[in-house]
């Protein structure tokens, strides 16, 4: 089951990438960026006219929306001009309080659940982050929604929707996927006499590159120990595992993968490959590393290609003024690999969608338009503006245009193409509290003042402890 | 009738209730939920409770055993030591330079208060990016005179003290404008006298100045230690979580970071009530030590 799932979002990956050079006519100026797109074929545009007919409010009304499309995620502009759009087509407003998305993010989230504050449609991780909402019966189910809008997400292959972790039903409707990956600077890579790492790259090429970059005068690993080490945390527990039970979390005694992996960054780490101030930075930091040709590796997930391309714009806010023969510099590759983990194994899928809460849905002046909003946002128009060279869930995937794609972009895509699996992140199963030990406990660990056993322990009691 | 008005408090009494209410609404009835809360099973902020923790005094016991208790209470009588020291100290001072010179008073007056007036959120910000590793101001001026290393200021070994100057630093305004004020109070008469006997400017200070001012000095210090226990937001934007190795936690700081960061809302609660606890007998104490005279 668990295979045919990987297939199909690779599949639907693969075929969505098309879409990203298609753009809705959202009534807004949404054709000035790279990934902006022509407006459909009046038909397709009839298409989505149906999807949202049964959806009109009978007078406007002001939505609360949240979502991570905020900062420096690279949809961030994408979502407000469709939620002009939206707003402008309906008449109705929405009172945005989209953030970036962190553990903060998350925390104001449930907070507002449980305060009974929440919006009234959410866009928002569909692991164990939403278990308390869904629990407490705040959203409403996609079988409920059908019930009353038939329609609702039939664009949508349902089997790529995920199932939620607490009752198995349906609640978020996704809208772009995810990657992680390894970004490389090129020109720190060439500097150091080190080729871009391929398909069949492992751990030990790997630790014989950082040597070879580090020898060269830079920083091989661009990565902030001691505020985010989010990425390198699942990966070192991934190349410890394989696909088939990477999201197995282990028992409290058994001397798990886990383990291994945290020992893995402490090699790492006393080798010298993180930067010197990793304990201290800030991830914004050691990106700016990266970016400014000091650090060679970034493993990151696929919103940071526009972090990238937008650090290399005199003007962050204007496409326009991109210096393409830096953003050249930039490459993203495959996750060096280890055991039974292949390099082209990855970390991905669909992590996050729309939810629509119970309060809405009880709301008579604003259930349609939520339904409307949720509807337009993953609109075979708009899904393929924000997946971009990510995965979505839609069943027809429109026409690729590579032009309109930047050449980080492309490179994203190529590098996909050859993926051989995409599996979840396990720290999406392992609730917030678990991680501490581990996450905000990783300087400790690499320092060696907490060994990587007692602290894989005790996050592991943690979680087992509030099943 | 006139007179009655004054006889009679009822009127008084109607005005006070808004406030009354108010202050059990959302200090009292907080301050008391705060202690039960911190009894029971709560993950999340504004999440239900799973029942009362077992056994029923955990948390409290958990502070004794918990490193980062310790290591954030040594921090914060660090922060009161600093804050007495530097910025009372500096604020004296200053005041008596300013006091001394005749022109520009005011426009110093305006210099030293005004890191006051900032959001210490906005001064945190401010002070990142002078201490940054990487093109930091401070680093970048070192490499001006030569140096050619990187110094990263918040390391473990330094970050108290990066962490420490810019708090110092923002508040020597706010003690400085108080105590400039009673310099003011003091009586030129006194100084004319010392200036015919023929005091030199170190004795005026020493023998007229400082203990006319003692009282004044005496206020300013139980404001700075009883402050020093509520410094949070100025720490928190530098060296979020305790940043290095939780190495910088205050008190303020570790039980945000246990009730928003670790989801262990239970446990913070506990540690704000460790913090009143600390707050009450400390001042308690400095009232004592630091008790104004009359002369």
Known sequence: ?467 | MGANIYKNKKPALIFMIPAFLFMIVYLYYPFFMNIFNSFQQIKTLGGTSKGMIDPWYWNYAEMFRDVNVGVSLKNTLIMMLVTLLGQVGMAILLAIMVDNVKHLKGFFKTVYFFPIVVSATALGLLFNLIFLYDKGMLNQLLETFGRTELIDWKAEGIALFTMMLPVMWQYVGFYFVILITGLNNISDELYEAAYIDGCTTIQKVRYISLPLLRNVICTCSVLAVTGALKVFDLPWTMFPKGMPLKTTFLTGTYMYYQTMEAKNVDYGSALAVLIVVLGFVLSKVVNAIFKETDY
């Open chain 1, 1 to 467: 089951m668990k295979k045919a799932l990987v297939m199909l979002l690779t599949g639907a990956m693969v075929l969505s990438l098309a879409a990203c050079g298609n753009s809705v006519d959202d009534g807004a100026d949404a054709s000035t960026t790279d990934t902006a797109v022509e407006a459909p074929a009046e038909d397709e545009a009839d298409e989505a006219a149906e999807v949202e007919a049964p959806a009109e409010p009978a007078a406007p009304v002001e939505l609360n929306v949240t979502t991570t499309f905020a900062g420096e995620d690279g949809n961030a502009a994408n979502f407000k001009a469709a939620v002009d759009a939206w707003c402008a087509e309906t008449g109705n407003t929405v009172a945005d309080t989209s953030a970036t998305s962190d553990e903060t993010f998350k925390t104001r989230v449930i907070t507002d659940f449980e305060t009974g504050s929440e919006p009234d449609v959410l866009f928002f991780f569909n692991g164990a982050d939403s278990n308390s909402f869904i629990e407490a019966g705040k959203v409403v189910s996609l079988d409920e929604i059908r019930a009353e809008y038939p329609d609702f997400a039939s664009n949508m292959n349902d089997d790529l929707i995920a199932d939620s972790l607490v009752d198995g039903k349906k609640y978020a409707i996704p809208v772009n996927g995810y990657w992680e990956a390894m970004f490389c600077n090129m020109e720190v890579l060439n500097a150091a006499g080190v080729s871009l790492p391929g398909a069949n790259y492992t751990m030990d090429d790997f630790k014989a590159d950082c040597q070879k970059i580090k020898d060269a005068g830079y920083t091989p690993i661009a990565c902030a120990l001691g505020n985010i080490p989010h990425y390198w945390w699942e990966f070192a527990i991934f190349n410890n595992q394989s696909p088939a039970n990477h999201l197995e979390i282990p028992s409290v005694e058994e001397d798990s993968a886990w383990v291994a992996g945290m020992n893995d960054i402490k090699e790492l780490y006393e080798l010298g490959y993180f930067p010197d101030n990793t304990l201290s930075a800030t991830d914004d930091e050691t990106f700016a590393m990266f970016t400014e040709g000091k650090a060679a590796f970034l493993i990151d997930g696929s919103w940071k290609v526009g972090g990238i391309v937008a650090a290399c714009q005199t003007d962050a806010e204007d496409a326009s003024t991109i210096d393409q023969a830096k953003l050249s510099n930039f490459d993203v590759t495959y996750v060096p690999g280890k055991g039974d983990r292949k390099a082209t194994d990855l970390i991905g899928g669909l992590s996050m969608g729309y939810y629509i809460t119970k309060k809405a849905w009880d709301d008579p002046d604003k259930r349609a338009a939520a339904v409307s909003f949720v509807s337009y946002m993953t609109s075979d128009e708009i899904i393929p503006v924000f997946a971009q060279h990510t995965a979505s869930a839609l069943k027809n995937a429109p026409t690729v245009d590579e032009t309109k794609f930047n050449s980080l972009q492309i490179k994203a895509m190529k590098m996909m193409s050859g993926t051989t699996s995409l599996t979840g992140a396990v720290q999406d199963l392992f609730q917030g509290d678990c991680r501490v030990t581990t996450f905000d406990g990783m300087p400790e660990i690499v320092t060696g003042k907490v060994s990587a056993e007692d602290a894989v322990a005790e996050g592991l009691q943690t979680y087992y402890d509030a099943q």
